[in-house]
């Protein structure tokens, strides 16, 4: 039993410690409207899909975001709290000095926002 539950930690720290050398910090440089823990979601994302074509990289960051989208279609309910709408930004991600562009669209679906990447450029 102590093995597993071992094991089982194991399994679950890895993922996160894997990402303790990228640069993780928020917010990111330039525009982004996204709030800090939105933002870390995205460079999670982003730095799962990169790290593995970059192998010998190990030092990635986000250098840039640029809002291109302007929200539009923005409500807010009668207390003030956003529950439909849509922007997107341009974020660019620099590993080992190659810089890679990703356009991210975010999503207000009642009072919770979701992002999506660009698949074409992952």
Not at 90 to 117: E, H, M, N, R
Request: hydrophobic share 35%; aromatic share 16%.
């Amino acid at each position: 039993m102590k093995k597993i539950i071992l094991i089982f930690t194991l399994l679950i720290s890895f993922p996160l410690s894997s990402f303790s050398y990228y640069d993780m910090n928020t917010p990111v440089e330039g525009q982004s409207i996204a709030n800090n823990e939105l933002q870390f979601s995205v460079i999670k994302a982003l730095y799962k899909s990169v790290a593995p074509k970059v192998v010998t990289c190990s030092d990635l960051s986000v250098s840039n975001t640029q809002l291109i989208h302007y929200p539009y279609d923005v409500k807010k309910d009668k207390r003030g709290n956003y529950v439909k709408g849509y922007w997107k930004e341009l974020w660019t991600v620099d590993a080992c000095g190659q810089k890679q562009q990703f356009p991210v669209s975010f999503y207000i679906k009642k009072k919770k926002t979701t992002f999506q990447i660009d698949s074409y450029f992952l």
